[in-house]
């Protein structure tokens, strides 16, 4: 799905900015953080987002050229657990809960009839306000699955360690973002403005990430860092077994 490619498109912006300084320190939380250099400030705010179990991402905007708005509202960990959903605008929305080896989704109409024109509907009208089940591992829900995990992000950071300019960050002023201080660290490059905004108090993890270039611009912010992901999953009589929706029965699980 598209918007689950803007949101790692997003993820992968931030590691972009500055959390793929070479090095590490450990992310330590007595420092005036402002008072250091951006590229000691990035690589503080790396180590801390690659150390987290678990987080909320809340990513908005349109970055993939389209110019078409969407949002990405998720709770996720590394084990692979996630809970939240996708709004893609007139294109649809689609609610998701990942518990261990099973995946929930919920498309409304709009989604249907956007991304499958022929027999959408019926889908649609199959399911009646209901969640389709399927297993984590079904081949045609990866896009999903891979999102929902917490190390998908992580890799992305981590697999750019060292691609980032140096000479290209800079720090801003403090700035609060969501009535919390921030320390502000910009790369420019290359017709894009990446920025993440890293705690300025308690351990500095980045709370928000900008990207804007000539396709668009996007926001992502983090929070509940270490909050285990909700565990509630769908009940039975709220879910179709996804192997039944397309064979078109409403046999629930």
Known sequence: MS?????ARAAAGAAAVALTVTGGTLAQADDDIDTLPAEEIAERARDALVDVRSLHLSARGSVGGTGEDMSVDLTLDREGN?????????????????RGDDVWLKPDAAFWNTHVPIGGSTFDAILDGRYMKASADDPRLLEVTEVCDLDTFRELITDNVGTADLDTLTKGAKTDVNG????????????????????????PYPVRITVRNAEGEGTVDFSGFDR???????SADETVDVTALLGR???PV
């Open 228 to 234: 285990p992901v909700p565990t509630a999953t769908p």
């Open 82 to 98: 996630c809970a939240g959903g996708v709004d893609m605008g007139d294109d649809g929305s689609v609610e998701i809960v990942k």
């Open 3 to 7: 918007g689950h490619r803007w949101a």
């Open 180 to 203: 919390a201080p921030t320390v502000p660290v910009t790369r420019a490059e290359g017709g894009e403005r990446l920025t993440a905004y890293v705690a300025a108090e308690g351990t």
């Open 249 to 251: 029965s409403v046999k």
